[in-house]
């Protein structure tokens, strides 16, 4: 029976010290899984969330919302927790602001990155999506732009597209990455922000800061 017991406490003792290993773990890891591709369906039971558009070209330098940009548009529906597409319709020619402008006028509640070359339109019609969407909580909230806790979680897209380049494979393009945890060193620096770069297992890589490289 001691044996036994002496087993159950190591045992238990094993999972205390993974559950402390795990929450350290996340409280120290940066939060780049943040919740741009997720939502969730609202009471209302309608997962039919609008339209993802992502810029064909990376964002001028300095980023401006006049810059026009060829989009991707993809249809997309809110499935098992995640931004999904179920189809594609091609592609238009517009700038961010020309979007904004013209979905807000049809109603939608636009939510984008601060280059915008990524923008979620959300759908308000008959049967209007009322869950969350990155983060945010659409509601019943009208038709205009609405900031997520981060707006760089945005650069993330939720439809691969592989005409911009993304070595590491997060859904981040390279000319994306470096902005995303460290918006001093800019869209324009090096496209695999040089060999001094640190890979993390969860999100984008990150530029080394002046100062701080080395440590």
Do not use: W
């Amino acid at each position: 029976m001691s044996y036994l017991g002496l087993s159950h406490k190591k045992h238990y003792a094993a999972l205390l010290l993974t559950g402390m290993s795990l929450l350290i773990f996340f409280l120290l890891t940066p939060n780049v899984v943040s919740a741009n591709c997720s939502c969730s369906v609202g009471s209302n039971g309608i997962y039919v969330l609008g339209y993802e558009f992502i810029a064909k070209a990376c964002p001028s330098d300095p980023p401006s919302d006049d810059t026009s940009y060829i989009y991707l548009v993809y249809p997309v529906n809110c499935m098992g927790g995640t931004i999904t597409k179920y189809t594609s319709y091609g592609d238009i020619q517009g700038s961010p602001n020309s979007l904004l402008t013209f979905y807000t006028s049809k109603g939608y509640r636009v939510l984008k990155n601060p280059s915008g070359t990524h923008i979620i339109a959300v759908q308000n019609g008959n049967y209007p999506f009322t869950g969350h969407v990155s983060g945010v909580q659409i509601g019943n909230s009208p038709a205009g732009l609405y900031a997520t806790t981060n707006p760089d979680s945005m650069n993330q897209f939720c439809t691969p597209v592989s005409s911009l380049a993304d070595e590491d494979g997060d859904g981040f393009p390279d000319c994306l990455d470096c902005a995303y945890l460290d918006p001093t060193q800019g869209y324009n620096c090096t496209p695999h922000c040089d060999s001094k770069c640190i890979e993390q297992n969860l999100g984008p890589k990150l530029c080394p800061v002046p100062g701080l490289v080395g440590r």
